[in-house]
């Protein structure tokens, strides 16, 4: 059994790794990385969270997203405006809406070839048993 887990964690990681190596290779012709994209996308889908919300949205340390962010803003890519309290907000500007889109665009076609050999009834049940695994009951 120990070896069967072993092989099933193993085949995730490693789909995870070619997919992720395969999205920053192709992000690149739009000018940015995974893990820019990736925080745009964050900060796209929740306009004002602070660094805490979007660093466990991104699995990255607060410090290490807050690294990202401000070079995020030093390419004009994102705003940060304060908040209530001493809370920071992130919001895209038009130049990060655009590189969101567009990257958007690229892994939509670098997904579909990931997953090329599984059918939708095998992507749904895919996603299904890994939802379930991440505790998504209705995700």
Not at 11 to 30: E, S, T
Not at 34 to 46: F, H, P, T, V, Y
Not at 101 to 114: I, M, S
Request: aromatic content about 4%; proline content about 2%; glycine content about 12%.
């Amino acid at each position: 059994m120990h070896g069967d887990l072993q092989a099933l964690g193993r085949a995730v990681k490693q789909a995870q790794y070619r997919q992720h190596r395969a999205l920053d290779g192709a992000l690149a012709a739009v000018g940015t990385t995974l893990a820019q994209w990736d925080a745009l996308r964050a900060i796209g889908r929740s306009p004002g969270a602070s660094a805490r919300e979007l660093a466990a949205t991104t699995f990255q340390t607060e410090q290490a997203f807050g690294t990202l962010a401000t070079r995020l803003t030093t390419q004009g890519l994102i705003e940060r405006r304060p908040g209530r309290g001493r809370r920071i907000e992130h919001h895209l500007t038009p130049a990060g809406e655009q590189v969101l889109t567009r990257g958007g665009k690229v892994a939509d076609e670098v997904l579909a070839g990931c997953f090329a050999t599984l059918s939708d009834a095998d992507r749904e049940a895919l996603l299904g048993l890994l939802q379930r695994l991440n505790g998504e009951e209705d995700a």
